[in-house]
Nanobody
């Protein structure tokens, strides 16, 4: 089972990036999916999650109104659209697959993790 996150990069404050997370070797269409991030010297932080069918989404307060999580089960891919980026958003972003269908913010519920993609927001 493999999750690969890509789409990170260097962007100026106020800019946008779209992260993608593609799954291989198995489908996660019945699993909730999540995005987490980890900045240097900080613990891994929940960013967003989406239920198996996209019917429910969850966000950490700091990204509400700026980030949007979505999924395309036909492509086995989850997305994180990030707008109005701030320097505080700088981190390595990880996608993960929940063992359940509904999703949540607790990292212990996620069984599969991607390798991460670096997002750097300059001021």
């Amino acid at each position: 089972v493999q999750l690969q996150a890509f789409g990170g990069g260097l962007v100026q404050a106020g800019g946008s990036l779209r992260l993608s997370c593609a799954a291989s070797r198995r489908t996660f269409s019945n699993n909730a999916m999540g995005w987490f991030r980890q900045a240097p010297g900080k613990e891994r932080e929940f960013v967003a999650a989406i239920s198996w069918n996209g019917g429910s989404t969850y966000y950490v307060d700091s990204v509400k109104g700026r980030f949007t999580i979505s999924r395309d089960n036909a492509k086995n891919t989850v997305y994180l659209q990030m707008n109005s980026l701030k320097p505080d958003d700088t981190a390595v972003y990880y996608c993960a697959a929940d063992r359940g269908a509904l999703g949540g913010s607790n990292p212990s519920r996620y069984d599969y993790w991607g390798q991460g993609t670096q997002v750097t927001v300059s001021s």
